[in-house]
């Protein structure tokens, strides 16, 4: 799907201001002056008072999830329960505008091996922040995290706290992808011998998966998987497909869904619906649709501010199966989209009263979609259909 006729890069940044460019999909019913449709919501506040709260996994038999604060706390959360007093054994995390402690996953074997991932930023011996990787062992009673290791370092150090992406995924052969953002280093998403605006790919111990794409690439980074990722915000398997979907922020404008593949090049900063803040042109922008680079499958003319998603494939309510939940910060909104297999047919919002920033979108293993809203007084919410 292309991103729009290509217009130079003087002309198309100002007709996306003007509303004039279409979006795929959904978004085609917003172009058009039609309100995006409201999603109907039973709403349930399960926890308050987390700050910042980030990431949600799910322990298995009912034990729980384990939630973390981009404060550095990670917390074990029960039903009916107290919420637990911050883990210990999780690494000390630099805290600084969107850096601290970001994503966490379990190991696909945690039955048998306890492990859980965590992805946060933290300063090396010389004071230099660094976005990391690493994990541990979950103790018999989720309260503590034993035995951390770090297994990846981004270098060279951060430029600031902005743009650092953080997202966490496992792949079917039971490799770890990791989201980078930009850093606010435009061009470095398109440099190969850089990781800034890259999602990278690690074994579970942190070495080099022989079958990533530029292993034999000379010059390149053999971490890489995909670039050309200015900010991503999610990555999440498709069940059906198996595919690794993506969300990303665009700059002003230009927020988009992706479906990453391996070795492909998205497009930032050179391919972007989206502007600077300041109004002017992406510098470096030629257009919204670039021969050689991959086109969104969905974006948004005004960004939502997307942020962590979620398929739904529990047989709890039958109207969600398949459907898409992805949150938005900017928007304080939970947004459904319906897909087809490549294509977004419509878009739903849901949460629009309620004013906070949804960071994580989990779906239980009681069916239930539950979210994370990133506020100083963080909320954990579980949600159904009315």
């Known amino acids: 799907m292309a991103r729009s006729p290509h217009l130079s890069a003087r002309v198309w940044p100002w007709l996306l201001v003007a509303g004039v460019l279409a979006t795929p999909g959904a978004a085609l019913a917003q172009a058009a002056g039609k309100p995006v449709p409201k999603l109907a919501l039973d709403v349930q506040t399960e926890l308050t008072g987390l700050n910042h709260p980030w990431s949600l996994a799910f322990l298995p038999d009912n034990q729980g999830a384990l939630i973390t604060e981009r404060s550095g706390n990670l917390r074990l959360w029960q039903p009916g329960k107290p919420l637990s007093e911050p883990l210990t054994g999780v690494p000390a995390v630099w805290v600084e505008s969107q850096a601290g402690l970001w994503d966490v996953r ?67 052969q039971g490799n770890i992808l990791m989201s980078l953002g930009d850093n606010n280093q435009r061009s470095q998403a398109q440099e190969m011998s850089s990781l800034r605006g890259k999602v990278i790919r690690l074994t ?43 969300t990303e922020h665009g700059p002003r404008g230009g927020d988009e869904v992706n479906i990453l593949k391996a070795g492909s090049n998205y497009g930032w900063p050179v391919a972007t619906f989206g502007i600077n803040y300041s109004g002017l042109p992406i510098p470096e922008a030629k257009g919204s649709h670039i021969d050689g680079m991959e086109d969104p499958i969905y974006y948004w003319r005004v960004s939502p501010g997307v942020s962590g998603m979620a398929f739904y494939t529990s047989d709890k309510f039958p109207q969600w199966k398949d459907l898409l939940f992805v949150g938005a910060l900017k ?19 849901g949460l629009t009263d309620l004013g906070q920033r949804i960071r994580e979108v989990q779906v239980g293993p009681d069916g239930y979609v539950y979210v994370l809203t990133d506020e100083t007084d963080g909320k954990l919410l579980k949600l159904s259909p009315k």
């Not at 859980?116 to 690493?134: F, I, N, Q």
């Not at 770090?150 to 995924?169: D, M, Q, W, Y």
């Not at 995909?226 to 059906?240: D, E, S, W």
Request: proline share 7%.
């Open 106 to 172: 379990l190991a696909p074997d945690f039955a048998s091996s306890r492990r859980v991932y965590l992805s946060y930023a933290r300063k090396d011996d010389k004071g230099e922040p660094h976005a990391e990787l690493g994990y541990g062992t979950l103790s018999q009673d989720g309260l503590h995290l034993e035995n951390f290791k770090t297994i990846f370092v981004e270098t060279p150090a951060l430029e600031s706290g902005i743009n650092l992406g953080g997202r966490l995924v496992f792949d079917a």
């Open 204 to 246: 579970p111990e942190g070495g080099i998966p022989q079958d990533n794409p530029f292993v034999k690439t000379t010059g390149a980074r053999p971490e890489i998987w995909t670039f050309g990722n200015r900010n991503p915000q999610a990555l999440a398997i498709n069940p059906k497909t198996g595919e690794l979907w993506e």
């Open 331 to 349: 928007e304080t909104t939970l947004i459904q989209l319906r897909v087809n297999d490549k294509r977004v047919l419509n878009e739903k919002r």
